[in-house]
């Protein structure tokens, strides 16, 4: 029976939704600076429940000592809810996220199997930490509750959830890509995955491909079969680009019951960001920005450092652009923003010295005194700053080799006003396939590259501005609160008695 003190809705999720600072002694808990990404778009739904809680993890001293409250109630602008810290040591945080997620996962996730480094895998770890989420989940959870996991680092999650709550309603969010079979079958741990991800009532994706992947997996690998299969409906685009589906599998069955697959992609927040830039502030920084670049023509280019992101294959395209092009010298400038990683993270180190090495090469080959091609920044840009920069350029260049979804590129979108810039896509990110009116491109081709940001730079301002207003109206009908308001339905539908009596059934 459902105890009443027990929370009715979990997020698990291993960031902390909130800035942690020490003012006048006192730890106190401020809202995100950064009104943009995963925590919002999550946050959005703790006002649903009126006793919501997030589980996340908060690093200990090597003794094991908790030294912080374990519980905290906060209270901002998304509503009131509890946060639980689980307490992890350096070593436990290191050996689950920085090895066996980004150097093992990872790689598989975005079909870079080269890339895959198994040897310093310690999977039991794995298990024990998400075993800990589980149960720390489920300590707050009644027997009934929503408890929604997210991404691939808590993958053996739900398993654990099932184990300790029979009767609970366990949906997973996928942000990543979901590889073909193929790819994710070099796992040694996939039937394990894939079995705890079975004990799902939904299991979730960005887009179709994602989603047929994974159905395809689980059919294959544990024999689950295919019950609901439906035309794909949206904001997709069914055919003809490289991530397309025109079908979609939304239900399979497995030893007797029923898991449903959604692909929903998250959406961004065009009206906060257009409240934004209607500020005195960002017009005067937006000013600005256009008064620094003067008569060249400004390329932005925004992500993480990370191999998947494709930004040796930019930057290489902008090195044969300035030979191929000798009259764009002095008249385009590159603003780079490749995040560096938190420190330790080895999985990553390579790619941010490349991008270094070919930024101080471009800049060397081609720049003067007056004009440096690109600047690159390892640091956050905040992102009342970033979507000023979205606004004044010209061209958003996003070229990742594979990327969940990319929501910089719906950003900028978002941001663009007056005189209409173009959007650079990769086809193999999820965004490509909502944001047809883009220039697609294909970085695996230094052919496609070059012809993609010839054509950028070359369209008329009728074309842009055609496309860009098709995108606009895509990026704000599909927006965050769609996306919540379709993933709320999709928890509504999940009805109770359906799921109890195939689990007791099973
Ligand atoms: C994962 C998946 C999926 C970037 N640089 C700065 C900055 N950003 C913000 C952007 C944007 C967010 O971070 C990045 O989102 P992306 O979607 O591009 O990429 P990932 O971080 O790889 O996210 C991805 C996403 O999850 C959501 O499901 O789309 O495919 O890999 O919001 O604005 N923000 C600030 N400074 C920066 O320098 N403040």
Request: some cysteine; charged content about 25%.
């Amino acid at each position: 029976m459902a105890n009443a003190k027990k929370s009715s809705f979990v997020i698990v999720y291993h960031r902390q939704p909130y800035e942690e600072a020490v003012e006048g002694g006192r730890v106190i808990y401020k809202e995100n600076k950064s009104p943009n990404g995963i925590v919002p778009a999550l946050k959005g739904f703790l006002g649903t429940a009126k006793d919501a809680v997030w589980v996340a993890w908060k690093q200990v001293p090597a003794s094991g000592k908790v030294n912080f409250e374990r519980t905290v109630r906060i209270k901002d602008s998304y509503g009131e809810y509890d946060v639980v810290r689980l307490p992890l040591r350096a070593e436990q945080v290191k050996a689950f996220y920085h090895v066996t997620s980004k150097e093992a996962l990872w790689p598989i996730l975005h079909s870079f199997p080269d890339k895959f480094n198994y040897d310093p895998v310690d999977w039991e770890n794995f298990r024990e930490v998400n075993r800990l989420f589980a149960e720390a989940a489920c300590e707050q959870a009644s027997d009934d509750a929503f408890i929604w996991v997210h991404d691939y680092n808590l993958w053996l999650v739900p398993h654990y959830v099932r184990q300790i709550k029979p009767k609970a309603r366990i949906a997973m969010f996928h942000h990543t890509p979901f590889p073909a079979p193929d790819a994710f079958n070099v796992l040694p741990w996939r039937e394990e995955i894939i079995s705890s991800l079975l004990d799902c009532n939904i299991v979730g994706f960005h887009i179709p491909r994602y989603a047929e992947n994974f159905a395809s997996t689980a059919c294959s690998l544990l024999g689950a079969k295919r019950t609901e299969v439906r035309d794909v409906e949206g904001p997709f685009r069914p055919t003809g680009a490289a991530l397309s589906e025109p079908t979609v599998t939304t239900a399979l069955e497995y030893k007797g019951h029923r898991v449903e697959i959604d692909a929903w992609p998250i959406g961004t927040n065009p009206q906060m960001i257009e409240k934004h830039l209607t500020t005195f502030e960002a017009g005067k920084r937006v000013a600005e920005i256009a008064s620094e670049v003067g008569d060249r023509r400004l390329l932005v280019s925004v992500g993480r450092v990370d191999y998947t992101k494709g930004t040796k294959e930019l930057l290489e395209a902008f090195d044969r652009l300035l030979a191929r092009r000798p009259e764009l010298k002095e008249k385009v400038k590159l603003f780079c923003v490749c995040v560096a990683p938190a420190d330790g993270m080895s999985a990553y180190r390579a790619a941010q010295r490349e991008v270094e090495r070919l930024v101080g090469s471009i800049n060397g080959k081609y720049g003067n005194l007056r004009w440096t091609p690109i600047m690159l920044s390892t640091r956050g840009v905040p992102f009342d700053q970033l979507v000023c920069y979205y606004r004044a350029a010209d061209v958003c260049w996003i070229t990742p080799l594979r990327d969940g979804l990319n929501l910089v590129a719906k950003e900028f979108v978002a941001a663009q006003n007056g005189d209409p810039g173009v959007l650079i896509l990769s086809e193999f990110a999820g965004a490509a396939v909502e944001l047809a009116e883009c220039v697609s491109v294909n970085p695996y081709s230094a052919r496609s590259m070059d012809a993609a940001i010839d054509a950028a730079l070359d369209m008329d301002e009728t074309e842009r501005g055609r496309r860009l207003e098709v995108m606009r109206k895509r990026v704000s009908d599909w927006d965050v609160d769609e996306w919540a308001r379709h993933v709320r339905e999709r928890f509504e539908a999940l009805s109770k008695p359906q799921t109890e009596d195939a689990r007791s059934a099973a």
